[in-house]
């Protein structure tokens, strides 16, 4: 199977151009210890972590519109679910590796590209293949055989040896499953009639648990899997389920939490399993939760609907216009957050679990 980009987006090479420049300001904020270096970052999962694959396709699940990017590089919407940077774009430039992470399917990608990684995810993927398939865009296979793909490119590029390097040294970051949960099981009857709660999470996570071994007989050593968001403080959930007052649902908030668990025991499990491997249960859950219940402790205004239109319902096409100032809100639209607060996310989280993928078992 070969994957490209089936249209190609003046604008979106455009601004790819111009990007590159800024490749060479980006600056290391973690510091790894001696001997350690991270050359490249993968990404896979859905929105919260697209950089454009899905301008590609044919979906509704796609954002290169305003306001979409009206934060990004003087305004430009290039299909990041944001007003800005998406948590892959700020990983790589916390790591120093670059200032932005292009989309495997980008047109304007070069072959130096690829040798500092790439992002494979697509927004409204899940980890069950249904949630996928029903929002019309790249489920986690379609993510890894673009991936087997971008490994004979790298090979072809760089040679077997460099390619095995560059895979083990590489971080890969893992973040999907709200789809699953928000989409397919609440919203449609495809699951919830088969499946109850409990065990329509053990088969995200056994779906999560077969990637990451994929992933490692790929070559991948350094594996990070970021758990759900408190999901019923998302805006829209709080208006479909949070009543008048629209209150975090908690009902949906302990499916997160059940997730994470059994997600998080799950991966010790295979990282025990697998000696050369790091691979870590990132919590993203209390973080989140705390900025959302106390935003102006971090230096936000406003949790509890996003900027974009009425901020209680509208994503994607919906969003017609903004709130005048996105610096005081959490969220960017009813499901995504805004720059400010992904990095605020992306910075903890790698401030806590960075030495766990650099650590020397059976030490850590
Ligand atoms: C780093 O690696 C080099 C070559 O393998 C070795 O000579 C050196 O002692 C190492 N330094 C540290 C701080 O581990
Ligand atoms: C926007 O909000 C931020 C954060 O609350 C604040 O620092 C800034 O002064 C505000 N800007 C304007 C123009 O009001």
Not at 151 to 164: D, F, H, N, P, W
């Amino acid at each position: 199977m070969q994957f490209f980009c089936l249209k190609l987006f003046p604008l979106l090479i455009l601004s790819s151009v111009s990007l590159s420049f800024l490749v060479c300001i980006s600056e290391s904020v973690i510091e790894l210890p001696k001997n350690n270096t991270i050359p490249a970052l993968f990404v896979f999962g859905d929105s919260i972590v697209d950089t454009g694959n899905n301008n590609c396709i044919n979906t509704i699940a796609k954002v290169n519109y305003p306001p979409y990017g009206q934060d990004f590089m003087g305004g430009k919407p290039t299909g990041r679910f944001s007003n800005g940077k998406v948590p892959s774009d700020l990983i790589a430039e916390e790591l120093g590796i670059k200032a932005l992470l292009p989309a495997y399917l980008d047109p304007s990608l070069q072959t130096q590209d690829l040798l500092t990684g790439v992002n494979f995810a697509s927004g409204g993927a899940g980890y069950d293949p249904l949630t996928s398939d029903v929002a019309l865009v790249f489920s986690l296979s379609d993510q890894l055989a673009m991936f087997k793909e971008y490994i004979m490119k790298l090979k072809r590029a760089v040679g077997e040896e460099q390619t095995s390097k560059i895979l083990r040294e590489s971080l890969v970051i893992l973040a999907v499953g709200s789809n699953d949960i928000t989409n397919t099981y609440f919203s449609t009857p495809l699951r919830k009639f088969v499946y109850d709660i409990p065990s329509y999470a053990d088969l995200m996570v056994s779906y999560a648990s077969s990637f990451v071994q994929d992933l490692y007989k790929l070559g991948s050593h350094r594996i990070g899997v970021l758990g759900l968001p408190p999901l019923g403080c998302v805006p829209s959930q709080r208006t479909l389920k949070g009543g008048v007052s629209r209150k975090c649902v908690d009902s949906y908030n302990q499916v997160s939490q059940l997730f994470n668990k059994k997600l998080s025991d799950e991966l010790n499990l295979v990282n025990r399993k697998i000696p050369e491997a790091r691979i870590n249960y990132l919590d993203m859950y209390y973080l989140l939760l705390d900025l959302i219940h106390h935003p102006e402790k971090y230096g936000f205004g406003i949790s509890n609907i996003g900027c974009c239109g009425t901020g209680t319902i509208e994503v994607a096409f919906l969003c017609k216009y903004t709130c005048s100032n996105v610096s005081e809100y959490v969220f960017w639209d009813s499901f995504h957050l805004t720059e400010k607060a992904y990095r605020l996310l992306v910075g903890q989280i790698l401030k806590q679990y960075m030495k766990d993928f650099i650590c020397e078992k059976p030490f850590c």
